[in-house]
T-cell receptor, first 114, second 112 residues
């Protein structure tokens, strides 16, 4: 089983719809992150959370919201999807006890907004 | 200057070749450094962390030069399976010290 699981893996939806992407992890990490990746732009941070009561905006948070339901779960919502939110979305985790350590990524969600 | 800069490539090399990638970063206070590998449409996977003393893992060698603010990755005896995009990643400093800054990646294609 994957340590960091994202659902759905693929989603096609229409402009204006509300969408939720979910991430769950079995690594026991406190820190979780949401990124989007666009061709030619690399990964960009949307939101991050260092524990259940901590939510922080990243580089490109406009149009997105998040919920940290539990240590193991971190959801990303698009309240009213627009076509330029079409991208590959990744959830990641890292270990609080290794603040300078790497992040570990889920398999990704491919989202298309028509 | 971009925060993390890489040559996008592609680097097209024959099997068995040695290939080197460089990456520069702008924040001299950056604290940790990584190389990730990303296959097409898949998640980034940690290849190796990069330490000041340099480190080696099999055919892969990473070097960090803090004075010049660059990081390198050397791949020896390239395999077809090494074909991927290699991401240079730098950890930020200060209030967002938990955050990683990603380069756009260097594409490697190893040919038979």
């Amino acid at each position: 089983d994957a340590d960091v699981t994202q659902t759905p893996r693929n989603r096609i939806t229409k402009t204006g719809k509300r969408i939720m992407l979910e991430c769950s992890q079995t690594k026991g990490h406190d820190r979780m992150y949401w990124y989007r990746q666009d061709p030619g732009l690399g990964l960009r941070l949307i939101y991050y959370s260092f524990d259940v009561k901590d939510i922080n905006k990243g580089e490109i948070s406009d149009g997105y919201s998040v919920s940290r339901q539990a240590q193991a779960k971190f959801s990303l919502s698009l309240e009213s999807a627009i076509p330029n939110q079409t991208a590959l979305y990744f959830c990641a985790t890292s270990d609080r006890d290794r603040p300078l350590g790497p992040q570990h990524f889920g398999d990704g969600t491919r989202l298309s907004i028509l | 200057r971009k925060e993390v800069e890489q040559d996008p490539g592609p680097f097209n090399v024959p099997e068995g070749a040695t290939v080197a990638f460089n990456c520069t970063y702008s924040n001299s206070a950056s604290q940790s450094f990584f190389w990730y590998r990303q296959d097409c449409r898949k998640e980034p996977k940690l290849l190796m962390s990069v330490y000041s003393s340099g480190n080696e893992d099999g055919r892969f060698t990473a070097q960090l030069n803090r004075a010049s603010q660059y990081i390198s990755l050397l791949i020896r005896d390239s395999k077809l399976s090494d074909s991927a995009t290699y991401l240079c990643v730098v950890r930020g400093y200060g209030g967002s010290q938990g955050n990683l800054i990603f380069g756009k990646g260097t594409k490697l294609s190893v040919k038979p």
